[in-house]
Nanobody, 124 residues
Framework: QVQLVESGGGLVQVGDSLRLSCGAS????????MGWFRQAPGKEREFVAS????????FTKDSVKGRFTVSGDVSKNTLYLQMTRLRPEDTAVYFC?????????????????WGQGTQVTVSS
């Protein structure tokens, strides 16, 4: 079965960097969106960034552009989220997700596979 396993979360200070990883297995992800979402306490889950697997197509939430970069290693079936200049408002559980590419990768409803999430806490 499909498995998405996130790692790399933790407690960091404002301005620090962190790289999240998502190991994917169980099927071919060709023509799939591989994305990152996050959910802060008391808030709805929101799209952060995504990549169309095996292409150079990426999508990034406007508020994190310039600070967060999504990338993938097809040979390792691993998706990454490089986060820099972290802020307290980036504190959330970060989820990896996968779903068929349908022209966009920012809609949560397009994703049908989800990881368990990894906590990122940015302390001031």
């Amino acid at each position: 079965q499909v498995q998405l396993v996130e790692s790399g979360g933790g407690l960091v200070q404002v301005g620090d960097s962190l790289r999240l990883s998502c190991g994917a297995s169980g099927r071919s992800f060709s023509d799939y969106c591989m994305g990152w979402f996050r959910q802060a306490p008391g808030k709805e889950r929101e799209f952060v960034a995504s990549a169309v697997w095996s292409t150079d197509i990426t999508f990034t939430k406007d508020s994190v552009k310039g600070r967060f970069t999504v990338s993938g290693d097809v040979s390792k079936n691993t998706l990454y989220l490089q986060m820099t200049r972290l802020r307290p408002e980036d504190t959330a559980v970060y989820f990896c997700a996968a779903g068929p590419w349908r022209g966009t990768c920012s809609l949560e409803s397009y994703y049908n596979y989800w990881g368990q999430g990894t906590q990122v806490t940015v302390s001031s």
